[in-house]
């Protein structure tokens, strides 16, 4: 089983930034993707970044202003987000893919709220 823990969320003005943190702990070895999700409450969950082996992949609604590290030595994944914007308000989760297995893992989630 794969344990993630998010950390980071909270209000911020719009134009401001956050930098979100994901901890995977349990059995890791073998992760090969890892990501951010978001939702907004009566909406689907939807993509926001991921990345794999080195290749990353975003949102069209978030590109130029957020950005997905991974910091294997760590086993923690990173979203910064700058620019922020209301509708950036939502919960945001980790999220952790293992291709030998085909499991997925999510963590608990975090909340981001983008006000003034």
């Known amino acids: 089983q794969v344990q993630l823990v998010e950390s980071g969320g909270g209000l911020v003005q719009p134009g401001g930034s956050l930098r979100l943190s994901c901890a995977a702990s349990?059995?890791?070895?073998?992760?090969?993707?890892m990501g951010w999700y978001r939702q907004v409450p009566g909406e689907q969950r939807e993509l926001v970044a991921r990345?794999?082996?080195?290749?990353?992949d975003y949102a069209d609604s978030v590109k130029g202003r957020c950005t997905i590290s991974r910091d294997n030595a760590k086993n923690t994944v990173y979203l910064q987000m700058n620019g922020l914007k209301p509708e950036d308000t939502a919960v945001y989760y980790c999220?952790?893919?293992?291709?030998?297995?085909?499991?997925?893992?999510w963590g608990q989630g975090t909340q981001v709220t983008v006000s003034s």
């Open positions: 349990g059995s890791i070895l073998g992760i090969n993707v």
């Open positions: 990345t794999n082996a080195g290749r990353t």
């Open positions: 999220y952790a893919y293992i291709r030998a297995t085909n499991t997925g893992h």
